[in-house]
């Protein structure tokens, strides 16, 4: 599995990104695809997660009720729409695969990764 995050950039505090990560390879229907962030000096941090299977969302605390995971099977996409960002979402963006196994939040069980877009959110 190849994953590929990209959509990051600078925005201003209030705005919005819309944040692509591009699948491919072999996805098993157990499958989820999460997203991740990691601020400098911080832990690698859970966003959300979607199951490839059937297009159930999950969400961290860390955005919720800011952000929608969405993913487009035709299109092997999966999205993560950012609104009302705040400095504190500063961070490099992650995309994830976890092949059916074990906590979708943490990122131990996620065994395929992208390589990360940077998001930028200044006051």
């Known amino acids: 599995v190849q994953l590929q995050a990209f959509g990051g950039g600078s925005v201003q505090a209030g705005g919005s990104l819309r944040l692509s990560c591009a699948v491919s390879?072999?996805?098993?229907?157990?499958?989820?695809i999460g997203w991740f962030r990691q601020a400098p000096g911080k832990e690698r941090e859970f966003v959300a997660a979607?199951?490839?299977?059937?297009?159930?969302?999950f969400y961290g605390d860390s955005m919720k009720g800011r952000c929608i995971i969405s993913r487009v099977i035709a299109e092997n996409m999966v999205y993560l729409q950012m609104t009302a960002l705040g400095p504190e979402d500063t961070a490099l963006y992650f995309c994830?695969?976890?092949?059916?196994?074990?906590?979708?939040?943490?990122?131990?069980?996620?065994?395929?990764w992208g390589q990360g877009t940077q998001v930028t959110v200044s006051s």
């Open positions: 994830a695969c976890n092949p059916g196994r074990g906590a979708l939040s943490s990122p131990s069980w996620y065994e395929y």
């Open positions: 979607i199951t490839w299977s059937d297009n159930s969302p």
């Open positions: 390879g072999f996805i098993s229907s157990s499958s989820y």
